[in-house]
């Protein structure tokens, strides 16, 4: 595609549901990111996937968060059980080779925890 | 964990005044770079700086890089309103793999 691509958009949720987050990112990108940003808030770091390596969880703030990705392409995140404190837009951006240019950033998903 | 922490936290300028935001970080990177954002969505891409450039140029931004400080500026020259954003500082730090953290943000308000 021509950009990175999150879906859904917009989530509302009912507390202690799960949901799940897609990110397509751009083709041919080894590196891909999760980011969560509170409203008014900076990027918190959460996982970081690189080419074949194992991936870095260490943003992750609980075990109701996981992440897959399949090869280079699709991630998802899945956050179980999933509570007001939640709520938060996840923003997923890629790079062709990290540390050597830029990150393409999705538009993110809205999630809110009702 | 946050790398970076940006300075001010928010700025309100006149449209044409310049405008000075601030990035410090703790750890040795091998670059920063500087994002905008808009509404509180997807990030943009403005410059990147690799750790052994001082100072760069891309059009009004102006971005300047002093490793021994462990900070960044960007100016954003001649200010117009569609400036209206936050910014935000990230590094890729040497010793974890070259992931992206980012700072905190400035938010800045250009007045027409």
């Known amino acids: 595609g021509a950009g990175v691509s999150q879906s859904p958009s917009n989530k509302v949720t009912e507390k202690g549901k799960d949901v799940e987050l897609r990110c397509d990112p751009i083709s041919g990108h080894t590196a891909l990111y999760w980011y969560r940003q509170r409203l008014g808030q900076g990027l918190e770091f959460l996982i970081y996937f690189q080419g074949n390596s194992a991936p870095d969880k260490s943003g992750l703030p609980s075990d109701r968060f996981s992440a897959e990705r399949t090869g280079e392409s699709v991630s998802t995140l899945t956050i179980q059980r999933t509570q007001q404190e939640d709520s938060a837009v996840y923003l997923c951006a890629s790079s062709i080779t990290p540390g050597q240019g830029e990150a393409f950033f999705g538009q993110g998903t809205r999630l809110t925890v009702v | 964990s946050q790398q970076g922490e940006e300075d001010p936290q928010a700025l309100s300028i006149q449209e044409g005044e310049n405008a000075t935001m601030n990035c410090s970080y703790k750890t040795s990177i091998n670059n920063l770079q500087w994002y905008r954002q808009n509404s509180g969505r997807g990030l943009v891409h403005l410059i990147l700086?690799?750790?052994?450039?001082r100072e760069k140029h891309s059009g009004r931004l102006r971005v300047t890089l002093d490793t021994s400080k462990k900070s960044s500026s960007l100016l954003i020259t001649a200010s117009r309103a569609a400036d209206t954003a936050s910014y935000f500082c990230a590094t890729d730090a040497m010793d974890s793999s070259y992931k992206l953290i980012f700072g905190s943000g400035t938010r800045l308000l250009v007045r027409p």
């Open positions: 700086i690799r750790s052994n450039e």
